[in-house]
């Protein structure tokens, strides 16, 4: 059964950073582009950024030029470099296929931009 677990939320000052990793078991890591979702409290969840099988990238405008999405194959995890973070940056993270069908969510990592 597939699983992903994110991990390296926590509470930053605004223009902090943080990097963010989901590991990834099961077949999808090595097949799928994979990409970050963010739902803040109120909020539909939304694709902040994708990578895809040949390593390009795509970003929500709201994020390009201060997010960063990366892989590791061998380690199976896919990372998200956040930089110049903004309060609206609040939410929680999650990890999953850039685009249906989904595999189950993890519980996501909480990120907190505040002062």
């Known amino acids: 059964q597939v699983q992903l677990v994110e991990s390296g939320g926590g509470l930053v000052q605004p223009g902090g950073s943080l990097r963010l990793s989901c590991v990834a078991s099961?077949?999808?890591?090595?097949?799928?582009?994979m990409g970050w979702y963010r739902q803040a409290p109120g909020k539909e969840r939304e694709l902040v950024a994708a990578?895809?099988?040949?390593?390009?990238?795509d970003y929500a405008d709201s994020v390009k030029g201060r997010f960063t999405i990366s892989r590791d194959y061998a380690k199976r995890t896919v990372y998200l470099q956040m930089n110049s973070l903004k309060p609206e940056d609040t939410a929680v993270y999650y990890c999953?296929?850039?685009?249906?069908?989904?595999?189950?969510w993890g519980q996501g990592t909480q990120v907190t931009v505040s002062s």
């Open positions: 999953n296929r850039d685009s249906p069908p989904y595999v189950l």
């Open positions: 099961g077949s999808i890591f090595s097949i799928k582009s």
């Open positions: 990578i895809f099988l040949r390593g390009s990238a």
